[in-house]
């Protein structure tokens, strides 16, 4: 009767190892699935080709049912901010800049251009 316990025990462990790695496999699977998932929206890049800091660019964006907006704070020069959209590509946007010395720029991005990652210039 002692070989009896002696075998469960020993065999317990295993059982527990296997149902570990199964969950670590699923777990796996399903931080997979959602890093590489299709992405939702737009990601646009705004990048200042300009000498002078944008202060703050400002998107207000929506649809019949949200209106949305987002804003991002310096830009540096030469350098790029990337901003995720929940709106469908070719709708447009409206888009406001503020650039370092009191200088301001509205227009309205995008309309009719149905690209995902578009990439946006920004030049007082």
Not at 17 to 39: D, P
Request: proline share 5%.
């Amino acid at each position: 009767m002692d070989t009896e316990t002696k075998g469960t025990i020993a065999r317990l462990p295993g059982r527990w190892c296997w149902v570990m790695v199964l969950l670590l496999v699923l777990l796996t699977g399903v931080v997979t699935a959602r890093m590489s998932g299709v992405k939702q929206g737009m990601v646009v890049t705004f990048h200042n080709s300009s000498q002078v800091v944008i202060e703050s660019v400002q998107l207000d964006f929506g649809s019949a049912d949200t209106q949305s907006r987002i804003q991002a704070f310096r830009i540096p020069p030469g350098d790029e901010r990337q901003l995720l959209l929940n709106h469908e590509p070719g709708m447009g946007f409206n888009v406001a800049v503020h650039y370092r010395g009191g200088k301001e720029q509205t227009f309205c991005a995008l309309h009719g251009d149905d690209r995902s990652d578009p990439v946006i210039y920004l030049q007082p």
